[in-house]
């Protein structure tokens, strides 16, 4: 029986297309305009450029995680169909059921240890204890959460929200920072991320730019800082323009340790000139006291601070006279000595300054040669933060030392010419 061959030749394929009814609708044209970028799920290098050029609002969390949320959409992060993934989430449970019981244990025992009666010689050995165990139950606390990956997810998703949010109300911007910055987790991931680059470069500008020791011998920051003029962010050494920093800033400090402290805020240029002397004095731009910060509570407009309970000095708009170079602003943020009862934890933990008292005294009260180690030492404050910008002369500052009522505004410093001595001058000059 003969086979029939097949054949691949233009005369069959036509014979068996098949065309389509008139009828049938042809698929839209392609839109030139490309597709909304999702923030939360692009995951290539150029679709984040091109989001942050088209929106201004940059990638949420690291490029793998969204590129995972991206290949299964619609599933809670925690139903995630990674097989990994649920194995060890479910090793992970099983930690930290053992940690809470751990926490309970903890607690119970600090309970029978404050109930205990002592005698008034050991008073001081059990505060002693019982700081110990509370110190050891908030590590626990976190070791209990470190590695739970819903957690570190909610924490990536809203870093940075709080300093986005700074412009509004303090309410809200409180409401955004982090989420759930009373918690101990939450206070030891963001303590970590601060500590491994932005105060790296804090210190840098602080010892680069002498502002440690020419304000204060030594500063160690455990409490991060972001300055703000109106909507302006300032980085750590920044030269603002006179007009812009006239009005007072607006500050976020964020601490990293439980409770609720009062602060001192300080504002130092320690590069007045001084032509009888040829050197440098200081001068206090600002001076507040009684300020209270938590984990939750950081934003502080110091234009707004009370002038009778806090505000010592109020702002003097910064300024560099023509001829001079740029002028060092530094702001140190300084706690306040911790109340007698320490195991007290209602209220703030910090003692209050008496701010009628300073005022009457007038001590501290001249901006002129105003010397913060010795205000310092007297009220026996220990620096904490501390940020720092520049202001140069430009063409506002005439009108900025007007509207503040400071003279000198047309006044040009000018350098001294130094005479070269008898050796080095020119030949028959030498002897005139």
Same mark, same amino acid.
């Given at each position: 029986?003969?086979?029939?061959?097949?054949?691949?030749?233009?005369?069959?394929?036509?014979?068996?297309?098949?065309?389509?009814?008139?009828?049938?609708?042809?698929?839209?044209?392609?839109?030139?305009?490309?597709?909304?970028?999702?923030?939360?799920?692009?995951?290539?290098?150029?679709?984040?450029?091109?989001?942050?050029?088209?929106?201004?609002?940059?990638?949420?969390?690291?490029?793998?995680?969204?590129?995972?949320?991206?290949?299964?959409?619609?599933?809670?992060?925690?139903?995630?169909?990674?097989?990994?993934?649920?194995?060890?989430?479910?090793?992970?449970?099983?930690?930290?059921?053992?940690?809470?019981?751990?926490?309970?244990?903890?607690?119970?025992?600090?309970?029978?240890?404050?109930?205990?009666?002592?005698?008034?010689?050991?008073?001081?050995?059990?505060?002693?204890?019982?700081?110990?165990?509370?110190?050891?139950?908030?590590?626990?606390?976190?070791?209990?959460?470190?590695?739970?990956?819903?957690?570190?997810?909610?924490?990536?998703?809203?870093?940075?929200?709080?300093?986005?949010?700074?412009?509004?109300?303090?309410?809200?911007?409180?409401?955004?920072?982090?989420?759930?910055?009373?918690?101990?987790?939450?206070?030891?991931?963001?303590?970590?991320?601060?500590?491994?680059?932005?105060?790296?470069?804090?210190?840098?500008?602080?010892?680069?730019?002498?502002?440690?020791?020419?304000?204060?011998?030594?500063?160690?920051?455990?409490?991060?800082?972001?300055?703000?003029?109106?909507?302006?962010?300032?980085?750590?050494?920044?030269?603002?323009?006179?007009?812009?920093?006239?009005?007072?800033?607006?500050?976020?400090?964020?601490?990293?340790?439980?409770?609720?402290?009062?602060?001192?805020?300080?504002?130092?240029?320690?590069?007045?000139?001084?032509?009888?002397?040829?050197?440098?004095?200081?001068?206090?731009?600002?001076?507040?006291?009684?300020?209270?910060?938590?984990?939750?509570?950081?934003?502080?407009?110091?234009?707004?601070?009370?002038?009778?309970?806090?505000?010592?000095?109020?702002?003097?708009?910064?300024?560099?006279?023509?001829?001079?170079?740029?002028?060092?602003?530094? %702001?140190?943020?300084?706690?306040?000595?911790?109340?007698?009862?320490?195991?007290?934890?209602?209220?703030?933990?910090?003692?209050?300054?008496?701010?009628?008292?300073?005022?009457?005294?007038?001590?501290?009260?001249?901006?002129?040669?105003?010397?913060?180690?010795?205000?310092?030492?007297?009220?026996?404050?220990?620096?904490?933060?501390?940020? %720092?910008?520049?202001?140069?002369?430009?063409?506002?500052?005439?009108?900025?030392?007007?509207?503040?009522?400071?003279?000198?505004?047309?006044?040009?410093?000018?350098?001294?010419?130094?005479?070269?001595?008898?050796?080095?001058?020119?030949?028959?000059?030498?002897?005139?």
């Amino acid at each position: 029986m003969p086979v029939r061959s097949f054949t691949t030749s233009r005369a069959a394929l036509l014979e068996t297309t098949t065309t389509e009814p008139a009828s049938a609708q042809a698929p839209p044209p392609p839109s030139d305009k490309p597709a909304a970028l999702n923030p939360e799920l692009v995951s290539k290098p150029a679709q984040e450029r091109r989001l942050v050029n088209e929106t201004g609002q940059q990638p949420v969390a690291s490029r793998r995680r969204r590129h995972m949320l991206k290949q299964a959409q619609n599933i809670p992060f925690e139903q995630l169909p990674f097989q990994c993934f649920q194995e060890a989430r479910k090793v992970l449970q099983e930690d930290r059921k053992e940690k809470l019981e751990d926490i309970k244990m903890q607690r119970e025992r600090i309970e029978k240890l404050e109930a205990k009666q002592v005698a008034p010689q050991d008073e001081g050995n059990k505060n002693h204890r019982l700081r110990s165990m509370r110190h050891r139950l908030e590590h626990t606390k976190i070791l209990a959460d470190i590695n739970d990956p819903i957690v570190k997810k909610t924490f990536e998703d809203k870093q940075g929200m709080s300093l986005n949010m700074i412009c509004c109300s303090s309410a809200e911007a409180n409401n955004i920072n982090l989420g759930d910055m009373n918690k101990p987790i939450y206070r030891h991931l963001a303590d970590n991320k601060w500590r491994s680059y932005k105060r790296q470069v804090l210190m840098q500008r602080l010892t680069q730019m002498n502002v440690v020791p020419d304000v204060m011998p030594t500063i160690d920051p455990v409490v991060s800082t972001q300055l703000m003029f109106g909507r302006r962010k300032v980085q750590h050494g920044e030269i603002v323009d006179s007009r812009v920093s006239e009005l007072a800033p607006t500050i976020k400090i964020q601490p990293y340790d439980q409770g609720e402290r009062l602060y001192t805020i300080a504002v130092i240029d320690p590069d007045v000139p001084n032509v009888e002397k040829d050197g440098y004095d200081f001068r206090c731009h600002y001076l507040a006291s009684n300020i209270r910060i938590s984990p939750t509570e950081t934003i502080v407009r110091l234009g707004e601070l009370s002038d009778e309970s806090q505000v010592i000095l109020p702002w003097l708009a910064p300024y560099s006279q023509k001829g001079l170079p740029y002028q060092r602003l530094a %702001l140190v943020i300084m706690e306040q000595p911790a109340r007698e009862a320490a195991a007290d934890t209602t209220g703030p933990r910090s003692q209050e300054v008496d701010v009628a008292t300073i005022k009457a005294a007038k001590r501290y009260t001249k901006r002129h040669n105003f010397i913060l180690r010795s205000f310092a030492q007297y009220q026996k404050l220990t620096p904490v933060g501390a940020d %720092l910008f520049r202001t140069a002369y430009d063409e506002g500052t005439a009108g900025v030392m007007e509207r503040a009522g400071v003279p000198g505004g047309n006044v040009e410093f000018k350098r001294k010419k130094v005479e070269p001595l008898p050796y080095q001058r020119l030949k028959g000059s030498r002897y005139r």
